[in-house]
């Protein structure tokens, strides 16, 4: 369980760490991998959500999975990518989250993953929480802590505990 002052602290504003929606770059299902490959090289990560026609979270698509299956093709031609979709190739999405304010499982999730999706009850994407914006939260913290906390360390902390 996360301290309750240390949760107030990286909560202070749950928008500052999600990215919203509308500027996240994403991917349907039909598009071509071709042009999955264009948007991954363009904007720089190595994955980003999949997502429907209504913007329900269907998948992830990665520069992994889209190299691997170039490896695969006849000839390894890049133009070769054009013959294939996004739904052939993309990943599920293990983990998403229905609220920003759900730290405990967010920092789980952000051991092994670069970010996070948002998502509403509906599975409608609403953004994501990336490990960047949770850690400039706390850096925050580590840097602030004393402005809203009085710090007094106990003394003998691990002879007190055995």
């Known amino acids: 369980m996360i301290d309750p002052a240390v949760a107030r602290m990286l909560r202070n504003d749950p928008k ?3 990215i919203s929606a509308d500027i996240v770059a994403n991917v349907t299902a039909t598009n071509t991998l071709e042009h999955a490959f264009m948007v991954l090289s363009k904007v720089g990560y190595s994955r980003i959500p999949v997502l429907d026609a209504d913007d329900h979270l269907q998948g992830m ?3 992994a999975v889209i ?5 695969h ?19 599920p999405v293990e983990h998403w ?9 967010i920092l789980n999730y952000m051991i092994n ?5 948002l998502v509403d009850e509906h599975k409608v994407f609403q953004g ?4 960047r914006e949770i850690l400039k939260r706390i850096n925050y913290l580590a840097h602030n802590l004393a402005n809203y906390y009085e710090v007094i360390p106990r003394e003998n902390v691990v002879e007190e505990d055995k």
């Not at 989250?97 to 499982?105: S, Y």
Request: proline letters at 8%; a negative charge.
């Open 16 to 18: 500052s760490y999600v």
């Open 97 to 105: 989250v229905d609220d920003p304010t759900k730290l405990e499982t």
């Open 73 to 91: 093709v006849p000839g390894a031609a890049v133009d070769q990518l054009s013959n294939y979709t996004v739904a052939d190739v993309m990943l």
């Open 61 to 63: 698509i990665s520069l």
């Open 67 to 71: 190299t691997d299956k170039l490896l």
């Open 113 to 117: 993953e670069p970010f996070i999706p």
């Open 128 to 131: 994501i929480i990336t490990r």
